[in-house]
């Protein structure tokens, strides 16, 4: 019993260590616009699956480590993240209930966001306004959510977390 209390989290923050990974995987120039938002999609799901243990902090703390990995403006996906996390809080009673294309349409609802807030902080730190592209990444991570989801809910019952 002792041992499963200590293996739960353990789950948890290696699904958010592999999602940073997947997030900094060097990629040809031509993929890069392709690049799904694997650490915003893994904080939706545990946000929408333990509301009571992922919360707007661990969006935070999560986003500022993105942010050095990345290279980014310091707080620029903290920002986003905290904001992601705080809407998939709020909504996860209703998005647990909805069938998956449903919640794909609401994660994507939410990845948009999360990149509008990174094109404002762009746009105050005077960097230029990016292309068309740009806006590829939330609708591939919303195509990509059925899959995900499936995937960390059945490593959540297979490990009893709760």
């Not at 939330?138 to 960390?152: K, R, S, T, V």
Request: hydrophobic residues 60%; contains cysteine.
């Amino acid at each position: 019993m002792i041992a499963m209390l200590y293996r739960n989290p353990l789950i948890i923050v290696t699904s958010f260590v592999l999602a940073l990974l997947l997030n900094i995987l060097p990629l040809p120039e031509w993929a890069l616009s392709l690049r799904p938002p694997w650490a915003t999609l893994v904080l939706i799901y545990w946000c929408i699956a333990m509301p009571e243990r992922i919360g707007v902090g661990i969006g935070w703390s999560l986003g500022i480590i993105l942010d050095v990995l990345t290279g980014t403006l310091l707080g620029q996906h903290a920002l986003g993240l905290s904001v992601v996390a705080y809407l998939a809080n709020k909504l996860c009673l209703r998005i647990r209930i909805f069938p998956l294309w449903q919640q794909a349409l609401t994660v994507l609802m939410m990845l948009l966001a999360d990149r509008l807030l990174a094109l404002w902080t762009m746009g105050l730190s005077g960097r230029p306004a990016p292309s068309l592209w740009y806006w590829l990444p939330p609708i591939i991570g919303a195509l990509l959510w059925p899959w995900l989801f499936i995937i960390l809910r059945d490593l959540r019952r297979n490990f009893s977390l709760s």
